[in-house]
């Protein structure tokens, strides 16, 4: 029988009163020794306080005693995506779906694991029973909404979208998604709405509204930009970033720190790797091409696309062991000086076929890998790596006007044209590194604009580089059906075109910064 104190428990912990959840948490384990379900809200507790190793206990302790395995394993699925246990998380995710849970939220607890897992499609169908179950949970139509715009539904993403705003009109997120999927027009645009939100936001602390005013303001300004005003619109992007930046503990020398580190990783030895196992990896900076790239060649029978993946980073630090609690810093590039890399190579690729079932070769689109290629290599050696390139001013713009997750510090220099310029430059001098080092068959650098230009020939040239035959299905990559969890999940399902070349040009005077910055490095900031 249930200990009536227990739904009391539920409240405070939902409330957010976790000293009085705990105080009748630990009241009822002192009367019922053997309960099961106030473990699992200790869990919770320790969850929100991003103790997820105590959680996992906790949880694990309640299942034992017999409460509700759906819950417990959901939530353990949970915390063990925050641990960056992938393989795990999805194992039990997939154990508390076997239980048919009914209640919305857990319906939609197992639907963003799957989804921070990469597996999109799994996801899907959990967020749309938890929607069926919860008509009225705005935060619930926001996640089916992603993941629909995610498979490349977009109608059904925007119903969605419209659905989340209908039943929470300050939901931001939602705001800025309608608008990332939909073309704003002088008929039908959502400006006004946005900017009323904005402005209702002021009178609240800056620190706490932060990532709701970043959003809005992201949203203004595509929106500007769809109605013809770019140069407003970059107004719009300053204000919400330069309001983000000033909660940030940032400085460009913390990411100056990680080129070098990669640099470095060149002059590393290793005994000989012999994994034959031939992923290919797309790296680069951000909006330079690589999801096109991925799409192109993941239209092979031959090569299957895994997603933007941190398992290499996840592998190489479990192997290196670095006491810090970032998966890439300077201390695991350096410390990857000691690895047993042909370990880390064949833990990556075993990882990779289990948690996502892949089989045969893949594709590993993760931008961030750029950081680790002369490691790549050297524990894949049939492994190819290709490197988009842009042209420069293209690219600090593309970076400066994405809205990147905010709790992923790595993309912290794109709050700032100044910080962003500085980035490239760096990214620049290391792949020059990288170029000067590694052999041209295995690492290759593919301009975004060369692409445009001359769709066929750069195909057959990169499947040259991966060993492959040519297939014209690769030309008609807009077809692909694959799931896309990137910002340019609304531009790879068109046809290749041109537009986004040159944007610079509309923002000239903004962009004066970034050329003399670019120029100071010895960058010519106009080519590709």
């Not at 939902?14 to 809200?41: N, Q, T, V, W």
């Not at 209640?103 to 639907?111: E, F, K, M, Q």
């Not at 005003?229 to 940032?250: I, N």
Request: glycine share 6%.
């Amino acid at each position: 029988m249930t200990d009536p104190d227990i739904k009391n428990a539920r409240m405070m912990l939902d409330k957010g009163d976790y000293r009085a959840a705990h105080s009748i948490c630990m009241d009822i384990l002192r009367r019922s020794p053997l309960a099961g379900e106030p473990y699992l809200l200790l869990g919770r507790l320790a969850a929100d306080h991003g103790n997820h190793t105590k959680a996992l206990d906790l949880f694990d302790r309640s299942a034992e005693l017999g409460f509700d395995p759906a819950e417990a394993f959901a939530l353990k699925a949970r915390s063990l995506v925050a641990l960056s246990r992938r393989e795990d998380a999805i194992k039990a995710a997939q154990t508390a779906a076997q239980y048919a849970p009914t209640d919305a939220a857990l319906l939609d607890t197992i639907g963003v694991v799957f989804s921070r897992t990469g597996r999109h499609e799994e996801a899907l169908p959990f967020y749309e029973k938890a929607a069926e179950r919860a008509g009225r949970s705005a935060h619930i139509h926001y996640n089916r909404a992603v993941a629909l715009q995610f498979v490349g539904r977009m109608d059904e993403a925007r119903e969605a979208y419209e659905r989340c705003l209908a039943l929470d009109g300050s939901e931001v997120r939602a705001l800025t998604g309608l608008v990332q999927v939909s073309r704003q027009t002088p008929e039908e645009n959502r400006l006004a709405q946005l900017e009323t939100a904005y402005e209702n936001l002021s009178t609240q602390p800056a620190d706490k509204v932060a990532d709701q005013r970043l959003h809005l303001c992201h949203a203004i300004a595509k929106t500007l930009e769809d109605l013809g005003d770019p140069e407003a619109a970059m107004v719009w992007y300053g204000r919400g970033k330069e309001d983000k930046l000033k909660t940030l503990d940032y400085t460009f020398e913390q990411d100056a720190k990680l080129f070098d580190a990669a640099i470095k990783t060149l002059k590393f030895q290793f005994p000989a790797s012999e994994n034959r196992d031939a992923p290919v990896f797309i790296v680069g900076l951000p909006r330079t091409g690589t999801t096109l790239v991925d799409r192109i060649l993941s239209s092979h029978p031959a090569l299957t696309s895994a997603g933007e993946l941190s398992d290499f980073a996840l592998c190489l630090k479990r192997e290196v062991s670095t006491p810090s609690r970032y998966v890439l810093d300077e201390e695991t590039l350096l410390g990857a000086s000691q690895a047993s890399l042909a370990e880390v190579g064949q833990n990556y690729i075993q990882q990779v076929r289990d948690t996502l079932g892949v089989r045969g070769r893949f594709i590993d689109k993760m931008p961030l890998n750029a950081f680790y290629v002369p490691l790549i290599l050297k524990a894949l050696p049939h492994a190819r790596v290709i490197c988009l390139r842009r042209t420069p001013l293209d690219v600090v713009l593309s970076n400066y006007r994405q809205l990147f997750a905010t709790s992923f510090a790595y993309y912290n220099y794109a709050f700032s044209l100044e910080n962003t310029a500085r980035y490239y430059a760096a990214f620049d001098r290391m792949i020059g590194a990288f170029r000067a080092d590694l052999p041209s068959d295995r690492f290759t650098e593919i301009h975004y604009e060369r692409v445009v230009a001359d769709l066929e020939g750069e195909t057959r040239r990169l499947l040259d580089f991966c060993g492959l035959e040519f297939d014209p299905a690769c030309l008609s990559f807009h077809e692909n059906a694959a799931p896309v969890a990137t910002a340019s999940s609304v531009q790879v399902r068109k046809p290749l075109y041109s537009s986004s070349i040159g944007r610079w040009r509309k923002v000239e005077a903004a962009m004066q910064p970034v050329l003399q910055i670019l120029e100071r490095h010895g960058i010519d900031p106009y080519g590709d």
